[in-house]
């Protein structure tokens, strides 16, 4: 019989994070969440309480615990990357940072885009912003995630991936309300806002990601690696599937040449090639498959 593994799983309260922990749980691996304290952990799991931001807090809270993974769901900055990569060093066997699509908000290719395309050896890092200041954070979310990936990176002692996640989709508990954007406009005949040249592009569902990650735990690759189902999306597309859960409703595209515009429309190519993952052995979906069912988990069978 093999030895349980002992998993970190820094924050995962929620969406595909608390599902990853399930995952973890049910193949018998000892889970370790760490948080500040706003949400327990699922039973079955350990809790330790921490800041993150704080070295000698998230010292403390490990006291002398190793593990053989650690899941890192909430870095977004270089400061926090260079403390992780220091108290961690030593400790773990792997370390899977959860990364995103926004790594690319610089590339400009209608080509999906591949991991070398951002190579974070070669991102250049700055401490000195204000990454603690969440307006800027929140405004900069690509470029912290890219700086974070960086300063793993740059240390090659430390056996580090990064799963740049597409778009995610499904689930009745998301929380980010975009599909409730569409929902809304089509119901009522309002005008949905996107841009003049509306560019596709990946997602993936919100169980396979968890799926992902679980399987990103046991294996022994390093470096950045794509996480996206097989296939395009458009606003069309989405709109297209949340149209069907409204058949009084009415959709109507209102092209704008400067301003905001709704989610999941883009002015350039949000494509990712997912072929590193493939090889790996890591078996995608189709995202046109499992859209209709991830677009009525979202808003409810009854498109509420």
């Known amino acids: 019989m093999e030895k349980a593994r002992e998993v970190l799983v820094i924050g995962g309260n929620r969406y595909f994070g608390k599902r990853l922990i399930a995952r973890l749980l049910a193949a018998g691996d000892r889970v370790t969440v ?11 799991a350990l809790h ?15 006291g002398s615990r190793a593990f053989d993974v650690v899941v890192d769901q909430v870095c977004y900055t270089p400061r926090q990357a260079a403390i992780a990569r220091r108290v961690f060093a030593g400790r773990t066997r792997r370390y899977v940072m959860t990364s995103t699509v926004e790594v690319y908000e610089y590339e400009d290719s209608l080509v999906p885009v591949r991991e070398t395309d951002v190579d974070p050896r070669t991102v250049a890092v700055d401490l000195e912003l204000p990454w603690d200041d969440l307006e800027f954070l929140d405004a900069h979310y690509g470029e912290g995630k890219r700086q974070a990936e960086a300063v793993f990176a740059a240390d090659p ?6 799963v740049r996640v597409a778009h995610v989709l499904g689930g009745a508990d998301d929380f980010t309300g975009r599909m409730d954007h569409y929902a809304s406009r089509i119901r009522d005949g309002r005008p949905i806002s996107v841009p003049v040249t509306n560019r596709p592009a990946t997602y993936i569902h919100v169980e396979e990601i968890a799926d992902f990650l679980f399987w990103a735990v046991g294996e ?4 950045p690696v794509n996480a996206a189902s097989h296939g395009l999306l458009t606003t069309e597309d989405l709109c297209g599937a949340v149209a069907a ?3 009084d409703g009415k959709t109507v595209f209102q092209p704008v040449e400067v301003g905001e515009v709704s989610p999941f429309s883009f002015t350039r190519s949000y494509g990712m090639d997912n072929s590193r993952a493939t090889r790996l052995g890591f078996p995608f979906g189709e995202v046109q498959q499992w859209l209709p069912a991830a677009v009525a988990e979202t808003l409810g069978k009854d498109g509420h």
Request: hydrophobic fraction near 35%.
């Open 220 to 223: 022994g690759f390093t470096g």
């Open 157 to 162: 002692e430390f056996p580090y991936t990064a």
């Open 48 to 62: 330790l309480i921490a800041d993150r931001n704080d070295e000698n807090s998230l010292s403390d809270a490990l």
């Open 34 to 44: 760490l948080n500040r304290g706003s949400s327990a952990p699922p039973a079955g």
């Open 245 to 247: 859960h409204f058949p």
